[in-house]
């Protein structure tokens, strides 16, 4: 019998998952689209909650709904290949690749170096991210304390001192909403929702999905019901928490830009922001907002992937791959914030479709009775179309014109492709292959979609 949790235990868990998403990018994302989107702020950031916080809220729910064991598991619907190279790239992306380096760059950049001369960058990067990085090594090598340390502890000190500025932005404004900049005058919702990518939750909420199921079940809750119940309780308090804050970070945005300009990031909206309304003090707040929101996303993303590498690997330790990730994010940290954020959205580009699609077969999969030829269809489909919105922006990230097939490819996919030139190219083909795929399916097996093939 499952222990009943109490409304404590559900915002411990919660708390713990807004931790575990919340970090230094979701700072600077938000405030971003609020300078360039000012007056549509708030149709923009509809889109921008959805993809960065429903999206993360499904991802969490498809992993407990579809009762896989982990996002290798439910991958693997497509194909056991597929699902290796799927989670593997996608481990790698949330991890060592770009989102773990990404976390001490951007707190290095904005929280440390207004406190630094112009001479001692390089030197000031090098000596922060050691220390930033030692201590995610150590707090890393503990994973069974994360729920106690992130969730009772780090969480809401970001939650106070990010407040603290939320707070001072509602009641004394820095101005009016600016004017609507390109790409949100029109389509300021579709805008918003690939701004939402940036945030990568989508992707990581596919691998924290197990931590929280695994936090659940450590509670008492050990049956499948019991279990989706409690986590879509405890996804509901991180996902109303990613919301609060978001739209806080994104009104302080749009409100700022006759005080501050409109500027390139919002790294110096947050600062700005920050001495604006405590001077001194406030570039301190901003720094500890900064340091807590990224380590603790650290410590997530580095418990996330040594645990999957060594299941993946026994022979090489938990211990050894901490370490391997946390030297390896090391070393791109220094190569700058510029270069991580360069490669990481073409990246985003092809990953976010094929994760998107398979977070919504993951619900409709009884509907067709799990059968592999409907996720094989949608996926190939989604695939062939996100590789293609991968490599156009990274050859527009790079400033390269793209090569002839390239071109060919995105203007045959640009005439016929329903949203192509909104980045959602992908989504009328996927739901098309899934619909008919799903159809053949019922028809062949008489109206009785049951495959054994992933009968839980």
């Known amino acids: 019998m499952d222990s009943k949790l109490s409304m404590k235990a559900y915002l411990i868990i919660g708390t713990m998952l807004f931790a575990l998403f919340f970090g230094a990018g979701n700072l600077i994302f938000p405030a971003q689209l609020g300078q360039y ?3 549509n702020v708030w149709v923009a950031m509809a889109g921008f909650l959805t993809t960065g916080v429903g999206l993360p809220l499904l991802g969490i729910l498809a992993i407990g709904f579809s009762k896989s064991r982990d996002l290798q ?11 290796l190279l799927f989670t593997a790239a996608l481990y790698l992306t949330i991890g060592p690749f770009f989102a773990l380096p990404r976390t001490a760059a951007v707190s290095y950049e904005v929280g440390i170096v207004p ?3 112009e001479g001692s960058m390089t030197a000031g990067l090098i000596i922060f991210s050691l ?8 707090l890393s ?4 304390q994360m729920v106690e340390s992130i969730g009772k502890f780090l969480a809401p000190a970001i939650l106070l001192v990010l407040g603290l500025l939320l707070v001072a932005a509602f009641v004394s404004p820095m101005g009016e909403a600016g004017a609507a900049q390109e790409g949100y005058s029109s389509g300021a919702f579709l805008t918003g929702f690939t701004e939402g990518y940036n945030t990568m939750d989508a992707l990581a909420s596919l691998v924290f999905g197990i931590i929280v199921i695994s936090a659940v079940q450590k509670m008492g809750v050990t049956s499948s019901s019991g279990i989706l119940k409690a986590t879509l309780r405890s996804g509901v308090v991180a996902a109303a928490l990613l919301a609060i804050v978001y739209t806080g970070i994104a009104f302080l945005g749009a409100t700022s830009t006759s005080q501050l300009g409109l500027l390139e990031t919002g790294g110096p909206v947050l600062s700005g922001a920050s001495a604006h ?14 340091t807590l929101a990224c380590l603790t996303t650290a410590v997530g993303l580095t418990v996330a992937n040594a645990e999957f590498f060594h299941k993946l690997t026994p022979g090489i330790s938990y211990r050894t791959y901490v370490l391997i990730f946390t030297v390896f994010s090391l070393v791109v940290t220094n190569a700058g914030l510029a270069n991580i954020i360069t490669y990481s959205i073409p990246v985003l ?10 977070i919504l077969l993951a619900f409709l999969s009884p509907l067709f009775g799990h059968d592999r030829i409907v996720y094989v269809s949608a996926i190939a489909v989604t695939f062939l179309i996100a590789i293609v919105d991968g490599l156009k922006t990274l050859t527009g990230s790079l400033g390269v014109a793209n090569p002839a097939w390239l071109q060919s490819i995105i203007d045959a996919y640009a005439n016929v492709l329903p949203l192509y030139g909104d980045g959602l190219g992908w989504l009328v083909p996927a739901l098309i292959a899934i619909a008919v795929s799903a159809a053949v399916v019922r028809i062949r097996k008489g109206g009785e979609a049951k495959s054994p093939a992933f009968d839980r």
């Open 349 to 358: 580009m092809f990953l976010y479709p094929l994760a998107i699609v398979l």
């Open 37 to 39: 989107a000012g007056e």
């Open 277 to 290: 309304y405590f001077g001194t003090f406030g570039a301190l707040l901003l720094a500890v907002i900064i």
């Open 131 to 138: 220390v930033f990085f030692a201590v995610s090594f150590l």
């Open 115 to 117: 406190f630094l001369g």
């Open 73 to 83: 598991d439910l991958s693997s619907r497509v194909h056991p290949v597929y699902g």
């Open 141 to 144: 090598l503990n994973p069974t």
